[in-house]
């Protein structure tokens, strides 16, 4: 799990890197878009547990958050597709 308190590993670094070039693909976005990926784990019970967030950040436009309900290293490309096809408030 990313966290406030610890360093990603290494396969973590790499899969949130591989997400980022799939988003960057699927969408077709240019080198001006910011992406972040990271992993979050609610405590609160009505939460689905682990997921990962896909932050889309284009400059004059609003950010756009992605969401899939698998932990990083689960994420594959058809859980990315999935989930940029169902963008978040």
Known sequence: MFGLFRK???P???KAAAIK??????QGLSDD???SVSEIQCGDASCPGTETVILVMRP???T???KVLAPLLEVDRAAVEEALATPQA
């Not at 070039?21 to 699927?26: K, L, S």
């Open 8 to 10: 990603p590993s290494a």
């Open 12 to 14: 973590e670094r790499e």
């Open 21 to 26: 070039a799939i988003v960057r693909e699927i």
């Open 33 to 35: 878009a910011t992406l």
């Open 60 to 62: 004059g436009l609003k």
């Open 64 to 66: 756009q958050a992605f």
